[in-house]
């Protein structure tokens, strides 16, 4: 197939100062019946830090690949990484547009300044409760009135600039009816608000109303060819569900972006995703329990599959 990504999600850490109890996206349940829990410190796979080195070469060659849309996120809060609104900087001046999403704690007037100098076009915040008890259990380890406070810093820092700032809420069952106070104290800050519908992974935690509930797309997938994932290493992967590194493509560092793309491994991969309908036994394991794509689920729209699954 011709199609291609245009958008990539660039991880600048896998590193967290949060330990939310619904995180590691996708592969809740089964670390939870491992482990006990699903912290990020609980990654197969090494924690780091993108390096100004590792970030050159994969900035060049994802301008040669013709990626036009940078998600400075992946796993990880992306601003524990002191380099990142130096890359977001850079990743400016190149032309791309540079959207991040962040759990917000880790702000400063100084590094927002940075971001914001720089032309960043989104800063997304992740605030799931609008107040400090119901924040504290969905977003174990923050604080909300640090986090609220942020966000009036970035809304202050953005006015007059390119900038858009949002506050994301993603609705649960002990959340779900703090929405309207939500969206009422974004209003008096002055903030863009929206609520994420909740991909069920734990019934216990699925909100009530069903409006608050994604309905699944039906498969074959089509993110595949929409974006793809960089970590902090310069490792690919092709879905952002790919937390531990189960399908690594090859490294952009080592060969560039244009042919781990093109590489038979890849190819592979994507020709079984698409094979979905003619021999579903032979999709990938990581695509078998996929929160987002079902074999029986509704038709895809244009609009689903531009909306960033991260």
């Known amino acids: 197939m011709l199609r291609r990504p245009s958008s990539v999600l ?11 109890p619904y995180c590691m996206v ?5 670390w939870m019946q491992t482990h006990g ?6 990654m197969a796979r090494p924690q780091g830090m993108m390096t100004p080195e ?7 060659s994802l301008l040669d690949f013709g990626i036009l849309n940078v998600y400075l996120h992946f796993q990880g809060e992306p601003m524990l990484n002191k380099h990142t609104p130096a890359f977001a900087r850079r990743l400016k001046q190149d032309g791309f547009k540079v959207q991040m999403f962040t759990n917000g704690l880790v702000f400063t007037d100084e590094n927002l300044a940075e971001l914001v100098d720089a032309g960043v076009d989104l800063i997304r915040f992740s605030v799931d409760g609008a107040s400090e008890d119901t924040y504290r259990a969905n977003r174990v380890g923050g604080i909300f009135a640090k986090v609220r406070h942020n966000m009036e810093k970035a809304v202050r820092a953005a006015r007059k600039s390119r900038t858009r700032v949002e506050w994301q809420f993603l609705p649960m069952r002990n959340n779900e009816h703090e929405v309207p106070q939500a969206a009422a104290m974004a209003k ?17 935690r699925a909100p009530a109303d069903p409006k608050y509930r994604c309905s699944m797309l039906k498969k074959p997938c089509g993110d595949i060819y929409y974006q793809l994932g960089i970590y902090w290493n310069g490792d690919v992967v092709p879905c952002c569900y790919d937390n531990d590194a189960e399908e690594v493509m090859g490294n952009v560092v080592a060969t560039g972006l244009r042919a781990v793309w093109d590489s038979p491994k890849y190819r592979a991969f994507r020709k079984r995703v698409d094979d979905f309908e003619k021999n579903p036994g032979n999709e990938p394991s990581i695509c078998k ?12 729209t244009k609009a689903d599959l531009e909306e960033a699954p991260a």
């Open 10 to 20: 660039l991880e600048t850490t896998n590193a967290c100062n949060l330990n939310c």
């Open 26 to 30: 996708g592969q809740q349940n089964e």
């Open 37 to 42: 829990s699903v912290s990020h410190d609980l």
């Open 54 to 60: 590792t970030f050159e070469a994969v900035r060049r």
């Open 188 to 204: 008096e800050i002055g903030i863009e608000f929206f609520a994420k519908g909740f991909r069920v992974t734990d019934p216990a």
């Open 289 to 300: 329990g996929c929160l987002r794509w079902s074999g029986d689920g509704s038709a895809a």
